[in-house]
């Protein structure tokens, strides 16, 4: 059973990544108002029957798609060498690295997303979902620099974490990579020397 099995399971997986695939493709190129089952089974070259094999709604399919990018692009990876370092500073630094290797490339989802969450259920349940995993992992970075007395004053652990989160900004990244055409680099050093001035207190008591 098992040697049948595992090429069915294999086939079933790589049919719901294609499904995905297409999801993120469709909202990158076309906006998430073409976003449906039909546009969907189109551009993964698949029958709408097996579009609703493996997501019962276009909801369902939004909100597996935050995961599947998630996967695609390491994030678990990524924010791992952020929970890794040997102390708050290093692990903001690490966190302002994640942000500039990570997040330009979920620019295009998140603008179409941002689009319509305003009228449009599924994007703003996506947008919440994205929201609450961000904050929290700002809450988390604010937590650790308060216990360890190197957040600066006169920041309390909330504010913080919501300037951090305010920092994770597409239209903000999107003027400094595009308008202004910074580096990825640049966007990590230039990201890192704001955290630094404004969230870090110095081991003397200073900013």
Same mark, same amino acid.
């Given at each position: 059973?098992?040697?049948?099995?595992?090429?069915?399971?294999?086939?079933?997986?790589?049919?719901?990544?294609?499904?995905?695939?297409?999801?993120?493709?469709? +909202? %990158?190129?076309?906006?998430?108002?073409?976003?449906?089952?039909?546009?969907?089974?189109?551009?993964?070259?698949?029958?709408? *029957?097996?579009?609703?094999?493996?997501?019962?709604?276009?909801?369902?399919?939004?909100?597996? +798609?935050?995961?599947?990018?998630?996967?695609?692009?390491?994030?678990?990876?990524?924010?791992? *060498?952020?929970?890794?370092?040997?102390?708050?500073?290093?692990?903001?630094?690490?966190?302002?690295?994640?942000?500039?290797?990570?997040?330009?490339?979920?620019?295009?989802?998140?603008?179409?997303?941002?689009?319509?969450?305003?009228?449009?259920?599924?994007?703003?349940?996506?947008?919440?979902?994205?929201? %609450?995993?961000?904050?929290?992992?700002?809450?988390?970075?604010?937590?650790?620099?308060?216990? %360890?007395?190197?957040?600066?004053?006169?920041?309390?652990?909330? %504010?913080?974490?919501?300037?951090?989160?305010?920092?994770?900004?597409?239209?903000?990244?999107?003027?400094?990579?595009?308008?202004?055409?910074?580096?990825?680099?640049?966007?990590?050093?230039?990201?890192?020397?704001?955290?630094?001035?404004?969230?870090?207190?110095?081991?003397?008591?200073?900013?």
């Amino acid at each position: 059973m098992r040697s049948i099995d595992s090429p069915r399971n294999a086939r079933s997986q790589r049919t719901r990544d294609a499904l995905l695939a297409a999801t993120r493709e469709i +909202l %990158e190129h076309d906006g998430f108002a073409a976003l449906s089952m039909a546009a969907v089974a189109e551009r993964a070259g698949v029958t709408r *029957r097996a579009v609703y094999l493996h997501f019962t709604s276009r909801s369902d399919l939004v909100s597996a +798609l935050f995961p599947y990018i998630a996967q695609q692009e390491g994030l678990a990876e990524s924010t791992n *060498r952020v929970w890794a370092a040997a102390d708050s500073v290093e692990a903001l630094r690490e966190w302002v690295r994640h942000l500039a290797r990570y997040h330009p490339k979920l620019m295009a989802v998140d603008r179409a997303i941002e689009q319509v969450r305003a009228d449009d259920a599924d994007a703003r349940r996506h947008r919440d979902t994205v929201n %609450e995993a961000q904050l929290g992992n700002c809450r988390r970075l604010a937590e650790w620099l308060h216990r %360890e007395n190197r957040l600066a004053h006169p920041w309390t652990v909330e %504010e913080a974490a919501d300037v951090l989160f305010g920092l994770i900004c597409t239209e903000l990244f999107g003027r400094w990579l595009e308008t202004r055409e910074w580096s990825t680099g640049d966007l990590d050093r230039n990201l890192w020397a704001i955290c630094r001035a404004v969230l870090v207190r110095d081991q003397d008591g200073g900013v």
